[in-house]
C-alpha cells in the first residue's frame, strides 16, 4: 500500500530526527542539528536551493514536531486510502511526489516575486508532507467530488467541501506563518 509506505517513511524520518536531536542535546551539540536540518529543508532562496537541489524531495518528509506529522500523516491515510483504491499505489506515489514537488515550486517562486518577502528570503525554509498531503485530498477531491464523508459533528459532507475547506484552512495557516516570521 503505496500510502502506508509514505506514511511510514515520514514516521520513521520524524523519529530519527527526533532521536538523533535527543543525542545531539545530551552532548550540548544541538547547532549540528539545525544545520543538517536546514541541509534536508527547502530554502526559499534560489541561490541556496542550487546549492542543495535535493531539498525539493527531502524537505516533503521532514515536520516541524508531533501534532504536525500526526495532522498531515492522518489527513494522507484518510483520504489517501480512498485515492489509492480508485486509482492505485503508483497514481497515489505520484500525486504526494509531484503535489509536494510543486508546492515547493510554488513556494520558492512566492518568496522570490513577492516584495513583501524580499527580506525573508535567505532565511526561510520550507518543511512537511502538507503540499504532498494537499496534493491527495484535492486529487480525491475531483476523482470523487460527490462521494460523502460522514463527520462527527457535520454528518455527511461531499469531498469537494471539505477539501475546499483543506485548501483555504491550509493557505491561512500557511499566511499567518509568514506574516509571524515578517
Sequence with gaps: NAIIKIILINIVVYLAF???GLVLFLFNLNNWQTSALKLLMLP???????????SLVTYMFLHEGFFHLLFNMLWLYWLGNLFQQYLGNSKSYQAYILGGFFGGIIYMLS??????????????????ASAGVLSIVIA???????????????????????????????????????????
Design 18 to 20: 527526533a532521536l538523533i
Design 44 to 54: 526559499a532562496s534560489v541561490t541556496n536551493f542550487v546549492m542543495q537541489p535535493w
Design 111 to 128: 518568496f522570490n516575486l513577492f516584495p513583501a518577502f524580499s527580506n525573508q528570503v535567505q532565511f526561510s525554509y520550507a518543511l512537511g
Design 140 to 182: 480525491t477531491a475531483t476523482l470523487l467530488p460527490n462521494y460523502q464523508v460522514y463527520l462527527l459533528i457535520l454528518g455527511p459532507v461531499k469531498l469537494k467541501y471539505i477539501a475546499l475547506v483543506s485548501v483555504l484552512l491550509d493557505l491561512l495557516r500557511s499566511i499567518s506563518i509568514i506574516v509571524a516570521q515578517l
